[in-house]
């Protein structure tokens, strides 16, 4: 029984290729950040107040119902700021802040609930940030695209030599063995909006945000068997 080697030999050569392509594609997810904060001259109200405003944002997010597909608190502090007094210190007031990460489905709500956080006092909206779904089928059409231009850059060398393809030993992706994603990374840019305390101001228009088209890149690594070249 005739097996095929990983490695060339001068009756079967091996050939080594690297496949790539790329891929544009609307987003799937809008991700917005939303920082809560209070203040109070003691511990408790300030507490109490950063509490009154988290439930209420978190509300106003829910109300959105299927369109918002993750909600959570990402990080939260309550912290004392201190004046000097004397020859020594003293807590002046009390500082909090709950930062909530949404990330939502339906671009049309997106708009309109990114004006009515922004117009709560004492709170910041951040985003949005564009990005595929992990499973997104675009992710794996680049790959797909990208095997077969390995395939064809491959036989374009094979043919060049008068050879032709017998085998596929390998097929992987660049630095397998490393933990950073190649595919789908959020693509960067987004605004910042902050209310401040003060008279309730007048509604305005929901803000109209255009998606961001996505740029998807894979990169694959391929190893084949030919026939011996026509020298």
Same mark, same amino acid.
């Given at each position: 029984?005739?097996?095929?080697?990983?490695?060339?030999?001068?009756?079967?050569?091996?050939?080594?290729?690297?496949?790539?392509?790329?891929?544009?594609?609307? @987003?799937?997810?809008?991700?917005?950040?939303?920082?809560?904060?209070?203040?109070?001259?003691?511990?408790?109200?300030?507490?109490?107040?950063?509490?009154?405003?988290?439930?209420?944002?978190?509300?106003?997010?829910?109300?959105?119902?299927?369109? !918002?597909?993750?909600?959570?608190?990402? &990080?939260?502090?309550?912290?004392?700021?201190?004046?000097?007094?004397?020859?020594?210190?003293? !807590?002046?007031?009390?500082?909090?802040?709950?930062?909530?990460? &949404?990330?939502?489905?339906?671009?049309? /709500?997106?708009?309109?609930?990114?004006?009515?956080?922004?117009?709560?006092?004492?709170?910041?909206?951040?985003?949005?940030?564009?990005?595929?779904? @992990?499973?997104?089928?675009?992710?794996?059409?680049?790959?797909?695209?990208? !095997?077969?231009? &390995?395939?064809?850059? &491959?036989?374009?060398?094979?043919?060049?030599?008068? /050879?032709?393809?017998? /085998?596929?030993?390998?097929?992987?992706?660049?630095?397998?063995?490393?933990?950073?994603?190649?595919?789908?990374?959020p693509a960067p840019g987004g605004m910042a909006y902050r209310a401040v305390a003060g008279a309730?101001?007048?509604?305005?228009?929901?803000?109209?945000?255009?998606?961001?088209?996505?740029?998807?890149?894979?990169?694959i690594n391929a190893r084949f068997i030919m026939t011996?070249?026509?020298?």
């Amino acid at each position: 029984m005739t097996t095929t080697q990983p490695y060339g030999t001068p009756d079967a050569p091996r050939l080594a290729v690297h496949g790539e392509a790329h891929l544009e594609a609307d @987003p799937e997810i809008a991700r917005i950040t939303i920082t809560v904060t209070a203040r109070g001259t003691d511990r408790r109200t300030a507490l109490d107040d950063l509490t009154r405003r988290n439930t209420h944002v978190t509300d106003l997010i829910k109300t959105y119902g299927d369109a !918002v597909d993750k909600l959570e608190t990402s &990080a939260f502090s309550l912290s004392p700021q201190l004046t000097k007094h004397g020859r020594g210190e003293r !807590v002046k007031t009390y500082h909090g802040t709950a930062h909530i990460t &949404a990330d939502l489905t339906d671009f049309t /709500a997106l708009g309109e609930l990114t004006t009515r956080l922004a117009d709560l006092e004492l709170t910041r909206v951040d985003g949005p940030w564009w990005s595929l779904r @992990p499973d997104s089928p675009a992710h794996t059409e680049v790959r797909r695209r990208a !095997v077969h231009e &390995a395939v064809a850059r &491959a036989r374009a060398y094979a043919d060049a030599l008068g /050879a032709t393809l017998t /085998a596929l030993v390998e097929l992987s992706d660049p630095g397998a063995e490393n933990t950073t994603p190649l595919y789908g990374r959020p693509a960067p840019g987004g605004m910042a909006y902050r209310a401040v305390a003060g008279a309730a101001p007048e509604p305005v228009p929901a803000l109209d945000l255009e998606p961001q088209r996505q740029t998807v890149h894979a990169r694959i690594n391929a190893r084949f068997i030919m026939t011996p070249p026509a020298l």
